[in-house]
């Protein structure tokens, strides 16, 4: 599961993450990107690398929290998560999967254990497999999520789908079939897990400070 992510990577190195990571020639930001965040949340706007053509990716904001095209508003909980067992057959998110593949940027992301938040990161960017829909606009997306593995299995038995650099295009570019073999766990190595501010359990923080235990400042 995530319910709560940190992206403080952004502007024009988040443009170059992107391009190193997925291999894609050109990539864009045609409407802008946003501020450094610390405490993301379900139905807020986040960053989406998606395919225009096998040359080029745009970056482009998105609600966190899939619309499907049959739905005609976002009443009812957030689709912020996906599961990898049920995404091809599920009714929300079986188009998504066939026709909006996308790649979900974050610095980390907290997980809570016996009611403590941890910071979960590997010290680079990373990259999440995701799934959104564009209804007349309204761009909007989820995160896959598998079985965790270890060393993350401890804190929650799910976590989101990691992407390798070489995967991304295979998620974003390939058939539904080869989109499918990544339908598992993704790599963990160099993951870690630290406590986390408390804090973090209120939306309305968003700073750094969150990514240290309380008292530390």
């Not at 026709?99 to 979900?104: F, L, V, Y």
């Not at 991304?168 to 598992?184: N, P, R, V, Y």
Request: hydrophobic letters at 40%; a negative charge; charged letters at 20%.
């Amino acid at each position: 599961m995530c319910g709560r992510f940190v992206l403080f990577t952004t502007e024009d190195a988040l443009i170059q993450a992107a391009g190193d990571a997925s291999g894609f020639a050109r990539i864009t930001a045609p409407q802008g990107l946003p501020r450094a965040r610390y405490n993301v949340a379900p139905t807020t706007p986040i960053p989406i690398l998606r395919a225009q053509s096998a040359q080029e990716a745009s970056l482009e904001p998105a609600r966190w929290g899939l619309i499907p095209h049959w739905k005609q508003d976002d009443s009812g909980p957030a689709l912020f998560n996906a599961r990898a067992e049920t995404v091809r057959e599920k009714p929300s998110f079986r188009s998504a999967f066939r026709h909006g593949r996308c790649a979900i940027p974050m610095d980390g992301y907290y997980e809570w254990h016996n009611k403590q938040p941890y910071w979960i990161s590997t010290g680079e960017l990373i990259w999440v497999a995701g799934l959104y829909e564009d209804n007349d606009g309204q761009v909007s997306a989820t995160m896959i999520t598998t079985e965790a593995r270890e060393p993350l299995d401890w804190i929650h038995h799910r976590m989101p789908r990691f992407l390798a650099a070489e995967q991304i295009q295979q998620w974003m570019l390939g058939s539904d079939e080869e989109a499918a073999q990544l339908l598992i766990p993704g790599p963990t190595q160099g993951f870690e897990a630290q406590p986390a501010d408390p804090a973090v359990g209120n939306v309305r923080n968003d700073y750094p400070e969150l990514l240290q235990p309380a008292g530390l400042f």
